[in-house]
C-alpha cells in the first residue's frame, strides 16, 4: 500500500524485490513518467531494525547525485520512488561466466566512480554485490540499494564532520554486509571505512574477470575463513586474457589489512582507466611494465650508473656551496591568525596542498568547503578579508605560479589554472588525483599524482603531459610526488615512496633526463 504522502503515483505492475523492500513499476500522475516505487512490505513496518535500514536507504541514495548511482526522484514513509531502470543486474550478466576484459573494466571503472562521489559524501556502502549492480541498456552501470550504508553526518558549514555514533553506527562485533563479498575487517565485525568498498570491488572484479567467485565456501563460515586467510587464484593462470597489471590491481584491492590496499575509489578509479585505455595522460605503456628498465638490467651498466649518479652530485654542488655559503638574515616571528569565510569550513586533506602563501609574500591561497563543494579563496596577508576564485569549484590541491599572477589547481579530474587578478580559467590537462604541482620560471608545471606514477610535467600553457622521474621497479619503487622547483628552475626534489623503507626519502631529480640518465640522489632519509 502506498503512503499517504505517495498518493499521486499509480502502481501498474510488480517488478519484483529489492534490498529490503518489494519494487513495482509505477505512474507518476502528475508528471506523466513511469517510475520504480520500493514499498516496505506491511508485515515488516513494525519491524524497527527494517524500516530503520529502509530510512537509511533513502536518506543516502537521495543525498547522491551521480549518473552512476540510482536517482532518487521522492520518499515516503515507507515508500522510496526512484527512475526506472531497463537492463539486467551484474548477477544475471555474470551467471553464464567470464566477462571481456574490456567490458569488466568498463563495468568496474563505473561502480568506482559512483563509489567515489558516494564515499565523498560520507558514505560508505558496505553491502556492494552483483545483485545491488543495475547494467542498463544504455551501457550505464547504477549502484543500488544502500541499506546498510554507514553515513557521516555533516557540520553545519557543509563539510564532513567527525563521525559520530548515529542510528547507521555498526555495533561492535555485529557482521554487516553479504558473506560471499565482506572485506575482512567486516567479516570481523569491525568498524568498515571506504576502504572496505575498495575490497569488495576487488571481489566484483575478479568475479567478472575470472567467472568465479574470489573466495568459496560450502558455508557462510567457510566463505568468511577464506576471505580472512586465503589468496584467491591467480587471476591470470585463470584467464589468459587479464593481463598481469590488471592482476596487479584486483590484488591490491584485495589485500587483508586496510592500509594495503588503495586509499581512495579515486585512486582505484584512476588505475583503472589507465588500464582501459581511456585516460588522457599519454604516458608510453612500456614506463609501467615490470621489466622495462629494472635494477638487474641496469645493475649490468654499474659503471655507467655510478657514472651518473657521480654526475647528479656535482650538478648539486654548487647550489649546495651557495646556500650554506649565504649570511643568515635576520629571522623575526610573525604570528597572525586565519579564520575561515563565514559559512564555510578550511578543507585539509593530507594528499593534496590544501593552501600555499604566494612567492612573494603578499598573498595566501587556500581551500574551503560549503555544502559539499570545495573552493580556493585568496587573502592578501596584510588584509582581514578574503574573496572567492569562482571557476575553482571543486578545487583539491593548489599551488602558485612563479610570478604569484596564477594559480594551478586540480579539479574534477583535470589540472588547470586561474589568473588570480581576473578569475580567467584555463583547463590544462586531464589528471588522476594530483599528488602535488610546482612551476617554475620558463612556464614548465611539475606534478605528481596518486597511484605508482613517476613525476609529470606540461607546459602552463596546457598541453599533454610527459614523464620527468621514471620509477625503479627493482628497487621497489611506488610513487614519486610532493615535487619542487629548486631556484635555478632545472633540478627539483620530490618524495620517493619505496616498498623498501630504507629507500623511501626525498630525491633530487632533472629536468630533462631519460630513464637511462636520470640520477637517484636521495637528501634524506624520511622514516
Known amino acids: 500500500m502506498i503512503g499517504q504522502t505517495l498518493s499521486h503515483y499509480r502502481i501498474l505492475d510488480k517488478i519484483g524485490a529489492g534490498g529490503m523492500g518489494e519494487v513495482y513499476l509505477a505512474e507518476d500522475t502528475r508528471l506523466g513518467r513511469k517510475v520504480a516505487l520500493k514499498i516496505l512490505p506491511a508485515q515488516f513496518t513494525t519491524d524497527a531494525d527494517r524500516v530503520r535500514r529502509f530510512e537509511q536507504e533513502a536518506r543516502a541514495a537521495s543525498a547522491l547525485n551521480h549518473p552512476n548511482i540510482l536517482t532518487i526522484y521522492d520518499i515516503g514513509t515507507h515508500d522510496i520512488v526512484s527512475e526506472l531502470l531497463e537492463g539486467q543486474t551484474l548477477r544475471e550478466r555474470v551467471e553464464p561466466g567470464a566477462l571481456p576484459v574490456r567490458k569488466a573494466l568498463d563495468y568496474a571503472l563505473q561502480i568506482t566512480q559512483g563509489l567515489a562521489a558516494a564515499h565523498g559524501k560520507g558514505i560508505v556502502h558496505r553491502d556492494l554485490k552483483p545483485e545491488n549492480l543495475f547494467l542498463c541498456q544504455d551501457g550505464r552501470v547504477k549502484i543500488l540499494d544502500f541499506g546498510l550504508a554507514k ?12 563521525e559520530t555514533p548515529t542510528r547507521t553506527q555498526t555495533e ?5 554486509g553479504t558473506v560471499d563479498y565482506m572485506s575482512p575487517e567486516q567479516a570481523r565485525g569491525q568498524e568498515a571505512d571506504q576502504r572496505s568498498d575498495i575490497f569488495t570491488i576487488g571481489v566484483i ?32 593462470e585463470i584467464n589468459g586474457k587479464v593481463s598481469p597489471g590488471l592482476a596487479r590491481v584486483v590484488n591490491h584491492c584485495l589485500e587483508k589489512n586496510p592500509d594495503d590496499r588503495f586509499q581512495s575509489a579515486t585512486d582505484l578509479a584512476f588505475a583503472l582507466e589507465a588500464l582501459s585505455g581511456s585516460s588522457s595522460i599519454g604516458i608510453p605503456t ?27 652530485l656535482l650538478a648539486l654542488l654548487p647550489l649546495t656551496i651557495a646556500h650554506f655559503s649565504q649570511k643568515p638574515a635576520e629571522v623575526r616571528p610573525m604570528k597572525f591568525s586565519i579564520l575561515q569565510p563565514e559559512g564555510t569550513s578550511f578543507h585539509f586533506d593530507a594528499a593534496s596542498g590544501m593552501h600555499a602563501i604566494s612567492p612573494d609574500g603578499q598573498m595566501l591561497a587556500f581551500i574551503t568547503i560549503s555544502q559539499g563543494t570545495t573552493r580556493i579563496w585568496v587573502r592578501p596577508l596584510d588584509s582581514l578579508t578574503a574573496r572567492p576564485l569562482y571557476g575553482t569549484e571543486n578545487a583539491d590541491g593548489l599551488f602558485w605560479s612563479p610570478d604569484g599572477k596564477f594559480i594551478g589547481f586540480w579539479a574534477s579530474g583535470r589540472l588547470k589554472r586561474i589568473e588570480v587578478s581576473t578569475g580567467a580559467t584555463k583547463d590544462l590537462c586531464r589528471v588522476g588525483n594530483l599528488r602535488g604541482g610546482t612551476w617554475n620560471q620558463q612556464g614548465v608545471i611539475v606534478f605528481g599524482v596518486a597511484l605508482g606514477r613517476g613525476l609529470l610535467k606540461i607546459s602552463a600553457d596546457g598541453g599533454e603531459p610527459s614523464p620527468v622521474t621514471f620509477r625503479d621497479l627493482g628497487r621497489g619503487e611506488e610513487t614519486h610526488y610532493w615535487p619542487r622547483f629548486l631556484p635555478d628552475g632545472q633540478h627539483l626534489i620530490y618524495s620517493n615512496k619505496s616498498a623498501h623503507r630504507d629507500l623511501t626519502g626525498i630525491y633530487v631529480a632533472t629536468l630533462g633526463a631519460t630513464p637511462e640518465s636520470q640520477s637517484r640522489v636521495r637528501i634524506l632519509n624520511t622514516i
Open 151 to 162: 553515513l557521516k553526518p555533516t557540520n553545519r558549514a557543509g563539510g564532513m564532520g567527525m
Open 172 to 176: 561492535p562485533g555485529k557482521v554487516m
Open 205 to 236: 572484479l575478479y568475479e567478472m574477470l575470472a567467472g568465479r567467485r574470489a573466495f568459496q565456501g560450502q558455508s557462510a563460515v567457510e566463505a568468511m575463513n577464506a576471505i580472512l586467510k586465503e589468496e584467491p587464484p591467480d587471476l591470470v
Open 286 to 312: 612500456e614506463l609501467y611494465q615490470p621489466d622495462s628498465f629494472s635494477w638487474y638490467k641496469r645493475r649490468e651498466l654499474g659503471w655507467i650508473a655510478a657514472g651518473v649518479l657521480l654526475i647528479g
